[in-house]
């Protein structure tokens, strides 16, 4: 019995010892790859449906870099599962690599995997059926236009802006407020009108009285000064009816001594009411009201017809109100003018550039010369063929004695810009001896000397091949120095190019002449040599 138990105890022990027991295995797709290509490492764990299994997590495959871990895959078989876990690994270097051992947690123990060797090779170049080239210098972009549309919708968009707001404000009639309208009335029309108001006025009914005389003599004095001419509104009430006593005296004025009397009476009530605080019954300040309504009357009707003169100078004054008004509106005009030219002006700078938009503003030879109707033609024989902004003009050329020995017949072709150092010529030389080759260094010679003799100084010569769109080859003859212009006593900084072709018994020439800094002859330039042809025949 003793014996039954003791194999029931060990055979139930080793059971679940075997159940507890996990097997680990890994393995990768290829241990041989290309420098950035990756490889799937697959690490395979099977063990009880019951265990906790924590794989690997980060960049725990150095040297090797981890790319992607996949989700984990389960597979149940019984009570026990398999569990497939896959990595996907690279590395960015040459060279051999040891894949390091991972440790694979289960229920807190740590199993290991085996570790593996991984080649990582580099690309292969052939160097030998492919051709190396050199690094291409720097490309310069001209700057896009595309966008113009929306600078010049932007342009019109606040020109129409501008334009609304100058006939708003300048040049609309604007409809007169009833103070303006007031003001605009004659002085007679003015005063009654006010007064009528004073008489809706609440002055009264709210014991204001000091309020309603003061309006009522301010009214009243006011008329006076701008209908009868005499300085009311600074003079007291004594000095005001002594002047209206004396126009009445020498006949300016044709007003009765009652009228006068009650005018009098009525400022030195309404002195009493601003300046000692008395206050009337109601009914005799409506009482003055109407009385000022009446010597308002009264006083216009005693008024003489203005004269011929005084209805001139009338109509001078207003004319003279008109004409600063229209200044007024000249000015506002000018001024939104020159705002918007200058906004324009900006505008374009910033997407132009200001150089750009000055020489469109103000003009520019040689820009005119690169934007204006070019021309192709063939020039001399044997010719050459060339587009250019402006037809060159045949020039007559008298041969040395000395040079006729040599040369039959010399065609020359040429243009120069009225103002700065823009120049382009040809020339198609032919030669006696119809078997003689061109003899380029001495034709570069020549032009050097020639330039100097005109008086440039510090020439620089580069020289280089040069070939046409067919393929024509050529000496291209090319630098800068510092040449003399007629219209400067100074001389100022230039390039040129020369360019030469020939064959046995004829040489072509092209040369061109332009300032360092001319960005627009320089694309000029640019445009000829691309667009220049020759025929190679005698």
Not at 258 to 270: E, G, H, N, V
């Amino acid at each position: 019995m003793r014996y039954v138990l003791l194999f029931l105890f060990f055979g139930h022990s080793f059971f679940g010892y075997a159940q507890s027991t996990a097997k680990i295995t890994s393995e990768v797709d290829t241990t041989f790859i290309k420098i950035g290509e990756q490889i799937i490492w697959t690490v395979y764990v099977d063990t009880d449906s019951t265990a906790n299994v924590i794989f690997p997590e980060g960049q725990t495959f150095s040297p090797l870099e981890t790319v992607e871990a996949f989700k984990t895959d389960t597979t149940r078989k019984k009570d026990r599962f398999t569990l497939e876990k896959s990595y996907a690994l690279t590395q960015f270097d040459s060279g051999s690599y040891k894949l390091p051992t991972q440790r694979i947690d289960i229920n807190g123990q740590g199993f290991f995997t085996d570790s593996l060797q991984i080649d990582v090779a580099t690309v292969p170049v052939d160097t030998l059926n492919q051709q190396m080239y050199d690094i291409k210098d720097l490309m310069v972009v001209e700057k896009s236009h595309s966008g113009w549309w929306k600078i010049a919708l932007g342009i019109l968009l606040g020109l129409a802006i501008l334009g609304g707001l100058l006939y708003w404000f300048g040049f609309r009639k604007k409809p007169l407020t009833e103070e303006e309208k007031v003001a605009l009335l004659p002085p007679y029309d003015r005063a009654m009108l006010e007064l009528k108001k004073l008489e809706n006025s609440r002055y009264l009914i709210q014991d204001e009285y000091k309020k309603y005389y003061s309006e009522l003599t301010d009214i009243v004095r006011s008329y006076l000064e701008e209908d009868v001419n005499v300085t009311a509104l600074e003079s007291t009430t004594d000095q005001l009816i002594d002047k209206l006593e004396l126009m009445t005296d020498s006949g300016e004025l044709e007003l009765d001594k009652d009228t006068i009397s009650q005018f009098k009476r009525i400022l030195q009530t309404a002195d009493l009411v601003k300046f000692a605080k008395s206050k009337p019954e109601t009914s005799v300040a409506e009482q003055d009201r109407k009385s000022i309504e009446q010597i308002v009357e009264k006083t216009h009707e005693a008024l003489p017809e203005p004269t011929e003169e005084e209805l001139m100078q009338q109509a001078e004054y207003i004319e003279e109100l008109e004409r600063k008004k229209q200044k007024k509106r000249i000015l506002i005009a000018s001024i939104s003018l020159a705002g918007l030219i200058l906004i324009s002006a900006i505008a374009a700078s910033a997407y132009f550039g200001f150089q750009y938009t000055k020489d469109t503003i103000l003009g520019h030879p040689t820009k005119e010369l690169l934007e204006g109707e070019w021309v192709r033609s063939s020039y001399g024989f044997p010719p050459v063929i060339v587009e250019t902004p402006k037809v060159l003009i045949r020039e007559e050329v008298k041969l040395p004695p000395d040079a006729k020995a040599t040369i039959k017949e010399l065609q020359m072709f040429g243009y120069r810009s009225s103002v700065g150092l823009f120049t382009m010529a040809t020339s198609s030389m032919s030669l006696v001896n119809p078997e003689q080759e061109p003899e380029f260094e001495q034709s570069i010679e020549t032009i050097i000397k020639e330039f100097e003799q005109k008086g440039a100084k510090n020439i620089i010569t580069k020289q280089e091949d040069f070939k046409t769109v067919s393929g024509v080859t050529g000496v291209k003859v090319f630098g800068s120095g510092k040449f003399a212009v007629p219209e400067s006593d100074e001389l100022i900084r230039g390039k040129y190019t020369l360019i030469m072709f020939g064959g046995k018994g004829f040489q072509q020439q092209v040369i061109l002449t332009w300032l360092d800094d001319d960005s627009y002859a320089q694309k000029i330039v640019d445009r000829i040599l691309a667009t220049l042809e020759v025929k190679l025949e005698s």
